[in-house]
């Protein structure tokens, strides 16, 4: 994450560029490989779903917390669905305590808008009383060990911990809501899914880890559907793309999407 | 976590784009960008600064530095830092909505810079910052591509050496059609909102977002739309400073 400020030795910058030219990766990979994805569901007892996703040496556990409150003034008729990211102390040297500061703040609304996009829930059917009381889904990513590509694997553990996730279920009875102490599966509409693609030089690769992150001039993140419509895309980083790259990455992003989908 | 004001896009019901030649809601062509009007030096204590009306969307840019980076840490050894601050002022929406930074503000400053940096000689100023503060003062749809079009002018202005100027703006598609620069209602009630930024000279985009759903195809088209867009703002940007330094068209093509 560029924001960490990590002084980058100019020999590492420089065997990654020169490795990179000659169509590998420093760890082995080749250019558009994804490193192993490991996805466990059900890992949390109390949460209302969960699931942690090992991307590599990458760690996210993804906990759903759900329950009743009060709809947003302007959507009175639809629940609601916030995404909250924290970068632990513990997922990297560089990661100190303290309130979320920007990478985790565009970790968690980029994922956001991905299953915000894709309506991933039907939102009608989450309201008990219009205007009072609403189902309320909390997606929070929690960052255990940073090794780069923190979008694709919270992207990931997101639908996974919404999928397996259940709610419990109110009934309205002379105005109040009352727990039946009965649960019952989230349904979802779509799966959204996160590929993050990094340029180096004139290198285009998937799935960026720790290092190259710390040298790639831009990143792209394309999130699809299981329709391959796009539902959120995000360009960070100091450098920018040709129309040709982008829609290069565009076609590459719906190739390996079919890959994280096996995870599910 | 602040509760912020969420928009839940319209699902996406038709699968083809509609050629229709129905006027928007405020009269516009599909192809039309809003009226803009910019103004460089307009801050008497900015190093540079720049003011831009993009419809309804007002926004004042002020750039500070390249100056001694505080706290230090944050320095780099190598370039100078292009900080840029997002904020949208109470009074700027309907109902009011709090000064205080929302995830959304930090959110649209990184996205900023980003899409900024890449056209500034950062590394002819290494360890020090380049502030750039944005302040929407009224908020009617696109206010980040507003806010980078202004924070263009102002770098220059500031007399910061750049590679290019970066022109923003969206396109989206609004009742199945695709449209540029989008307003607040289309932003609110459209399909999806695309914002771009381009570099003209360069031909390098250097931010792109999206919210809600797009078919491929049509997202592609909509990169090509606002890049149209954006070919036009980077004239009315390059009149403004011509404005602001006296330069002629005739001077201009003595150079």
Known sequence: MSSRQGIV??????????????????????????????????VMEKAHGSAEVYLGKTRVLVGVSIQVGRPFSDT?????????????????????PGPPRAPAIELARVVDRGLRSAEILDFDKLVLIEGRDVYMVFVDLWVLSYDGNLIDAAALGAV?????????????????????????????????????????????IVDPNADEEEVMDARLTVTLDEDGNICTIQKANWEGFTVEELHKALDLAQEKVAELRAHL | MSKVKKKTKKRTTKKTTKKTTKKRYDGREANELRP????????????????????????????FGPREMHPKRFSKP???????????????????????????????????????????????????????????????????????????????DAGI?????????????????LILDLGDVEDKEGE???????????????????????PPEEFKECINLAIEGCKQIYEIQREALKKKYGITDEEEAEE
């Open chain 2, 192 to 214: 999806a909102d695309v914002p771009v930024a381009y570099m003209p000279k360069l031909e390098k985009v250097t931010l792109l977002q999206m919210d809600g759903v797009l």
């Open chain 1, 9 to 42: 030795s100019r020999l590492k910058q420089k065997k990654i560029h020169e490795v990179l030219a000659s169509g590998k990766r420093m760890d082995g990979r080749g250019l558009e490989e994804y490193r192993d994805i490991v996805v466990k569901t059900g």
């Open chain 2, 161 to 177: 050496p750049m590679r290019d100027l970066v022109a923003s703006c969206a396109a989206g598609k609004v009742d199945g059609r």
């Open chain 1, 160 to 204: 996974a911990a919404l999928r397996t996730a259940k709610r419990p279920v109110h009934k309205v009875k002379d105005g109040k809501i009352e727990l039946t102490g009965k649960m019952k599966a989230l349904k979802l509409r779509k799966e959204p899914l996160a590929v993050t693609m990094a340029k180096i030089g004139d290198s285009l």
């Open chain 1, 76 to 96: 009175p008729d639809k629940g609601v669905l916030m995404c909250n990211a924290e970068f632990t102390p513990l997922a990297h040297p560089t990661f100190e």
């Open chain 2, 78 to 156: 190598d370039r100078a830092t292009l900080r840029c601050r997002y904020h949208m002022s109470p009074f700027s929406v309907s109902p009011r909505r709090s000064p205080a930074p929302s995830r959304r503000d930090t959110e649209i400053g990184m996205v900023m810079s980003w899409a900024l940096e890449p056209a500034v000689f950062l590394d002819r100023y290494p360890r020090s910052v380049i502030d750039v503060y944005a302040e929407v003062l009224e908020a009617d749809g696109g206010t980040r591509t507003a806010c980078i079009n202004a924070a263009t002018v102002a770098l220059v």
């Open chain 2, 36 to 63: 803009i009007k910019i103004e460089s030096g307009v801050l008497p204590n900015a190093d540079g600064s720049a003011y831009i009306e993009m419809g309804r969307n007002k926004v004042l840019v002020g750039v």
